[in-house]
């Protein structure tokens, strides 16, 4: 955001507002589509108070990110304390195969193919997926018993494949509609066998 250098929590809440009621028409014109008279418009603000919260386009999608990661989260927050982690990380991660996964499945549809052009918003999605690889390293480490480095490391190619599910599986919903019930079981197999794997490889001693 712009403005002063350490925004208010009065100004934090007041973009996060703005982030919520541009959300939707970010996604349906595209980031080239929609311009930020249609997304000033869409907030039901002027464009000159509007460019005072976010001054560019990129800058929208960097919040963006920041926001879904603060939400993204607080969900592992609630999977670590657990007492089942990993029936409750598969129970989030099919979540985001329905309709919840529906809602955000353009958006960042529009937010891949708008990194691939602006290196900023590629950094920024970059980042997310390491954060979020990041905290399923963190269960993988208590539930395998493992420090999270060794954690981390063992197990980076799961988590990284769990991230790329998550993220196809939205965008295919939300361009096609839901998945038929065979690539359903077929997605939902592989996120078993990856959760399984893990589960049993728990360290010795």
């Not at 349906?28 to 907030?43: I, N, P, V, W």
């Not at 096609?176 to 893990?198: E, F, H, K, N, Y």
Request: hydrophobic content about 45%; charged content about 20%.
């Amino acid at each position: 955001m712009s403005g002063a250098p350490f925004p208010t929590p009065a100004a934090e809440e007041r973009g996060l507002e703005i982030l919520g009621s541009i959300r939707q028409a970010f996604a349906e014109k595209g980031f080239d589509g929609a311009s930020m008279q249609d997304l000033a418009r869409a907030a039901g603000m002027s464009v000159g108070n509007f460019y005072r919260y976010f001054p560019s386009k990129a800058a929208i999608v960097q919040a963006m990110c920041g926001y879904d990661l603060a939400e993204i989260q607080s969900e592992f927050a609630e999977i670590q304390s657990s007492d089942a982690p990993m029936a409750r990380l598969r129970e989030q991660i099919l979540v985001h195969f329905g309709e919840e996964g529906m809602k955000d499945g353009q958006l960042w549809a529009e937010i891949t193919a708008a990194a691939m052009r602006k290196p900023e918003i590629g950094v920024a999605a970059l980042q997310m997926e390491e954060t979020i690889t990041a905290l399923l390293a963190s269960i993988f480490a208590r539930v395998t018993n493992r420090p999270y480095d060794e954690a981390r490391q063992r197990y980076q190619g799961q988590a990284q494949v769990l991230v790329m599910l998550v993220k196809a599986m939205a965008m295919r919903t939300a361009q096609c509609g839901p998945a038929s019930p065979a690539l359903a079981a077929q997605v939902v197999t592989l996120v078993d066998r990856i959760l399984a794997d893990i589960s049993n490889d728990i360290a010795e001693g």
